[in-house]
């Protein structure tokens, strides 16, 4: 493909590594400081402002993919655009649209998303949003479903497992997660099933500590290898959201690693994973009750088919959505 780069300002993103990977383009994170202290982030942006334009003029592009939040990546872009004629193309990840601390900025987004090739998104609402709210060019890409191998090497020293239920909880320590109710629920749970927490712990409230009981293992961030080898070695996965419209990367790492899912009761989410998952209101009353059906056997056999099934499906619509993709890049480079 022609020099195509996808900038992301985060420490990792492993969408914005995957829509990379998948249409051949050169993946940078630039990231200074903490990751989601506010503190920080007059003094990161001015950094990250200075090494992107640093990255494109060196790197000279023909096309550029950024991601969003922050905003002011895309904005950099655009006046990169407006320097040399290069087009464009903003990946809108659900915060963009949705998150409070964001809200504001989404004037600007569609200042900027009339001006891009188009703004990619991942369900039908933000689609909405931005063809007919923002009058601008908008492309659907649901899913992230290439291989789990497909960056390094997954072959790590394995996790120690309980004897119990084991349970994957992808959590970011986010405002969205309910993961206050998820402890509650795995006290109620600790004669049958252990809670791998994941995320990073320097963003974790201590009243999580204290909450948490006996089978609750924090795992802190995890490198690629090791996170892979915990979805590989669980018995089955949750992800949940408070958020409505949001989708969700746990759900698709779910699928990928073809283990049985408990995710939230919200309508988009059930529309994407409608095979091999079983769905909660988020109240702990709820976690428990989703979590006991899991230790039927019979069941989770079941799940992991349709996980199974689910895959292929959404992998065939993954590489077409990608093609498209590239397609319309590469065409607009060749103009």
Not at 44 to 73: D, M, N, R, W
Not at 180 to 203: K, M, P, S
Not at 229 to 245: E, F, I, P, S
Request: hydrophobic letters at 40%; charged letters at 20%.
């Amino acid at each position: 493909m022609a020099k195509t780069v996808f900038i992301s300002w985060m420490p990792y993103n492993w969408r914005s590594e995957a829509l990379a990977f998948g249409i051949g383009a050169e993946n940078h994170f630039i990231h200074y400081g903490s990751f989601k202290k506010i503190w920080h982030a007059p003094f990161k942006y001015i950094l990250q402002t200075i090494s992107t334009f640093h990255l494109l003029l060196t790197k000279k592009p023909e096309g550029v993919l950024v991601a969003t939040p922050p905003v002011f990546s895309a904005l950099i872009v655009y006046l990169y655009h407006r320097l040399t004629g290069v087009p464009f193309v903003i990946d809108a990840h659900t915060g963009s649209f949705l998150d409070p601390k964001w809200r504001w900025s989404c004037p600007l987004h569609a200042f900027l998303s009339r001006r891009a090739l188009c703004t990619i998104v991942t369900n039908d609402s933000l689609y909405s949003v931005v063809k007919d709210q923002w009058h601008a060019p908008a492309f659907l890409l649901e899913a992230t479903l290439p291989e789990l191998e497909h960056s390094d090497s997954v072959k790590t020293a394995s996790l120690e497992m309980s004897p119990r239920l084991n349970i994957a909880v992808i959590n970011t320590f986010s405002r969205d997660e309910p993961l206050l109710e998820v402890l509650e629920a795995a006290r109620d749970l600790e004669d049958c099933a252990t809670f791998y927490i994941t995320g990073n712990l320097a963003n974790a409230k201590p009243k999580y500590f204290s909450v948490a009981g006996g089978n609750v293992v924090f795992t802190n961030f995890l490198p690629r290898s090791e996170y892979v080898q915990l979805l590989r070695q669980v018995d089955a996965v949750m992800v949940l959201t408070t958020r409505d419209h949001t989708m969700l990367l746990g759900g698709y790492e779910a699928i990928l690693a073809e283990k049985p899912l408990i995710t939230s009761n919200w309508p988009i989410l059930k529309r994407y994973f409608y095979r091999g998952t079983l769905y909660t209101d988020n109240t702990p009353a709820d976690i428990v009750q989703q979590v006991r059906r899991l230790l039927d056997k019979n069941l989770r056999e079941q799940l992991t088919q349709e996980m199974r099934c689910l895959k292929r499906e959404r992998r065939e619509k993954w590489n077409r959505q990608v093609h498209e993709l590239r397609t319309l890049l590469l065409n607009s480079i060749h103009k």
